[in-house]
C-alpha cells in the first residue's frame, strides 16, 4: 500500500494554470534586426524604427511535457512511502531475577532424583530451574549467586539457554562458605534499577541464615519494595534444625510479606517443584506484543522518471539544433 508523507503538497497542482491565467504575461524587449549598418539605412530610406510583438506558440508536446514535469516534482517532494505488512514482535514484560545460595551446605545430599538417586541440594535446584526456566520463554531471567558475597552470574537476559549453561556452571562454595543473603537482596535491586518493565521479580533460594549482610535482609526487603520489587523466598531444610547451617524461615517469610510475596519451605524434590509451579501460577508470563509496519520511501522513482525525461528531451533538442546548424552551413 503506497501513503504520501505530505499529500496536501497536491493542491498545488493548479499553481501554474493559475499563475498563467491571472499574472501577466513576460515581457521583454529586443531589436528585431540587428546589422551595423542599421542606422544608415534607415537614414536613407527616411524611415523609422517600430516596436512589435511575437507570441510563441508551444506546441502540444511541450504543454504534455511541463505537465508531466509538474506532476513528477509535486509526487517527489509529497515523498511517496510503501507500506509493509504489519509485523508483530512479543516483547517481555517482566524481568525475574534468581538468587541461588551456594554456601557449603547446598552441597549436603538428601534430595532424590526420580529414580531414587541421591542428589545435592544444589544439584536438584538446577534441574527444577531448567524445567521452570522452559516455562518463562516471554520472560527475561537473571543469576545472583552469594556464598560469603553476592555476585552477579548472569544479567537480565531473554537467552535462556545460555542462562541454563552458566547456572549449571555453579558450584558448592564457589561464592564463599557464608549466607550473605541480606546483600544478596542488594545487589539484585542495583540490577533492577536499569530495568525498564512494570513487573520486577526476585526468587531468593536459601538453606541457611544471614551471616553479617552489610545491609540486612529485612532492610533490603523494605527498599525492594520502594522499588517496585516482590521476593519470594524459597527455604531448603527443616527449620528445626540447630548449629551453625540453622534455616532462619522467620526472617524469609519476613522479607516476602514485606514485598507481598510469599515464601514456601522444601524438604525434598517434591515440594521444590511445588514450590516453583506455585509461583509459576502467581506470576504468570507477561509479554508486550509491539506492531510495526515497514515503511520504504518511494520518492526517487518520480525524481528519476523526472530527471530521465528532462535529459531526454535536452538531448532531443541539442540534436535538433545540431541538425539544423549544420544544414544551415551547407546551403
Do not use: C
Request: charged share 25%.
Amino acid at each position: 500500500m503506497i501513503e504520501w508523507t505530505h499529500f496536501w503538497v497536491f493542491l498545488l497542482l493548479p499553481a501554474p494554470y493559475l499563475a498563467h491565467r491571472f499574472l501577466p504575461p513576460y515581457r521583454t524587449t529586443r531589436d528585431a534586426v540587428r546589422a551595423p549598418f542599421f542606422k544608415r539605412l534607415t537614414s536613407l530610406t527616411k524611415q523609422e524604427a517600430g516596436s512589435g510583438s511575437v507570441i510563441l506558440q508551444r506546441m502540444l508536446s511541450q504543454k504534455i511535457w511541463l505537465i508531466l514535469a509538474w506532476v513528477l516534482i509535486l509526487a517527489t517532494i509529497a515523498k511517496p512511502n510503501w507500506v509493509g505488512e504489519p509485523v508483530e514482535q512479543t516483547k517481555s514484560a517482566r524481568d525475574l531475577m534468581i538468587a541461588v545460595d551456594l554456601s557449603g551446605s547446598m552441597g549436603t545430599e538428601d534430595f532424590e532424583t526420580k529414580s531414587g538417586d541421591k542428589i545435592s541440594r544444589l544439584d536438584a535446584v538446577k534441574q527444577v530451574l531448567a524445567v521452570f526456566a522452559a516455562q518463562r520463554a516471554n520472560d527475561r531471567l537473571g543469576l545472583v549467586v552469594f556464598g560469603a558475597s553476592p555476585y552477579l552470574q548472569v544479567p537480565f537476559t531473554e537467552d535462556h539457554e545460555t542462562w541454563l549453561q552458566l547456572l549449571d556452571e555453579t558450584d558448592v562454595a564457589m561464592a564463599g562458605q557464608n549466607t550473605m543473603f541480606g546483600d544478596a537482596i542488594g545487589l539484585a535491586i542495583k540490577l533492577f534499577e536499569n530495568s525498564t518493565v512494570e513487573r520486577r521479580v526476585l526468587i531468593v533460594l536459601t538453606d541457611g541464615n544471614d551471616n553479617g549482610s552489610r545491609v540486612p535482609p529485612i532492610e533490603a526487603a523494605k527498599v525492594a519494595r520502594q522499588k517496585g520489587i516482590t521476593i519470594y523466598g524459597i527455604a531448603i531444610g527443616d527449620p528445626e534444625t540447630e548449629g551453625d547451617d540453622v534455616l532462619d524461615m522467620e526472617t524469609l517469610e519476613r522479607v516476602a510479606e514485606t514485598t507481598r510475596g510469599l515464601a514456601f519451605n522444601v524438604q525434598d524434590r517434591t515440594t521444590l517443584e511445588a514450590a516453583y509451579s506455585r509461583i509459576d501460577t502467581l506470576e504468570p508470563e507477561a509479554f508486550e506484543t509491539l506492531s510495526h509496519r515497514p515503511r520504504h520511501s518511494l520518492h526517487h522513482y518520480p525524481l528519476s522518471v523526472f530527471a530521465f525525461l528532462y535529459l531526454g528531451l535536452f538531448s532531443t533538442m541539442t540534436i535538433r539544433a545540431w541538425t539544423k546548424d549544420r544544414k544551415d552551413d551547407h546551403a
